[in-house]
């Protein structure tokens, strides 16, 4: 999994870092014998069961059996990757991440340190001209017209960027930053003359990244010109459509509301999260992308949409809207009364008012079906054809009450029966999976991870245990190696953790922890299972003989049973010679 982390640079985050110390910021820990526990943030219940053990370095939740080290913890609980988890722990600890070793992943633009370093320059100049400069007075008064707080403005870190044509530049060519440089992200336009600031006459809002570093910018034009909102280009380092604005701000509501808000531009957003909504994010382009979705799926897969009543283009609203329901997300939409934009919207009505047209909001069909029957649907072609749009937007429904309803809904809708909507709809299913092979794949795996490890046979409990020991005690290992022959676990799992262990083991810095990094998630909880389960505080080394002995016994049996297979086929081909042989071996078995 990782491999573009050097591994001493791994081996330097984890040394600093503390889980329990990481953990107690997301939720309440207290102290119980050696481990900590509390409530678990990844499933409901009423005692906690969430455990968080210093020694190891690991927690696991003995009801829902979500386990790992550090990393893995951020990976569930902000929705990181496993790179994003290891860069917020760095920053954290203030270990620097060598750059040039990413080469090879190109999941995304590629930050250095002084990308990072210029456009936060850049973003402190804007909040400065904002805040101080006598020219940004028109800027300051719009933004308390539109209803924002100087609070609201400090916290998304607002801007202004003066009318002269090289005020950026002039700025940051007193700090050191080469024109190229600029050039290159975007902060400036190369003229005739020489470079000058891409941003003018602007309100600046800063676009950040999921790890929260600053990207880009948008701004918005003060007074007349054109365009009114413009945007830092695509760059090496910004890809607007990986980019959600706000996500940075509001992931931790959207993970406490159960579901996003997803609206059209940047005053929505931040008039939304001054109002107390805080889960919501906007797009930077009009339609949404899959990069998007994926980004928001990492907290919830339930979305409302909350465009501007005059939405230019209903259909690339309903792109984005299929797009986010293909990819597994409940879909719903907010209309806006009386044509306004959620801005105006929650400045006029306050929140109450917003929760109710939440409430109250369209499914993806419902919105649907009113937008493509607009122009009515007297005439039996007009169904038809209605119906037929709507067809992948039902087989997408994966909730069977659902989609019953929905197919209720529409029969009711198109004034048709159910039967007409439900059999047009299975006709559609079966020519799509004739379409479309191998769909079930998602679905496979998820059934292989419902390992139930709590039912475990002798062999599996001795295998267990023994596992346990090495893992903790790497000075087992030959001893372990002498007395059992290879591959000796029954159970997969425990094969490839030890397999995984053996040259971690190796390491003078070697701990338990470490391995969770080169397993998947399965594997991981049932490591993070064997190593939190309580176990008797004996010497390693005195109670080791016994597991071996224990799991000798399971080998020689095995051994047996399958002689005594072969035993049988050779005796009813009535080969004396092979029966003899085999009973000799067994004899040396018994
Ligand atoms: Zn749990």
Redesign the pocket.
Known sequence: MPGFIPENTLDDIRSRVDIVEVISEYIHLKKKGRNYVGP?P??Q?KDP??TVSPEKQIFY?F??A?GGNVFKFLMLHEGFTFQEAVESLARRVGVTIPIQKYGGRSTGPRKTDSVIKINLLAKEFFQQVLSRWEEAAPAREYLQKRGLSWETVNNFELGFAPGAWNSLVRYLNKHEVAVDNLLKLGLAVQGKKGAYDRFRSRIIFPIRDFSGDVIGFGGRILGAGEPKYLNTPETEYFNKSKVLYGLNESRRYIREAGYAIIMEGYMDVISAHQNGVNNAVASLGTSLTREQVRLLMRYTRDMVIAYDADVAGVAATMRGLDLMQEMGCRVRVISIPEGKDPDEFLQSHGIDAWEQLVTGAESLLEYKFRQLSAEGIGKGENKSTVLQQLLPNLANIQDDVERAESIKLLATRLHTSWDAVASDLNRFIEKERKKRPNPDKIAKNKHNIKHNNRQLDARTKAEKMLLRLILENPRLVSTVQKELENNFFSYPVFNRVYEKALPLMERKDYSPANIFDLLDENDQKVLSDLLMENIPDTEPVKILPSYIEAMQKFLRQERRESLMDKLVEAERAGDQKQVSEILEKLQTLL
Do not use: K, P, W
């Open positions: 678990c990844f499933h219940e069961s969430f939740c009801g829902c979500a």
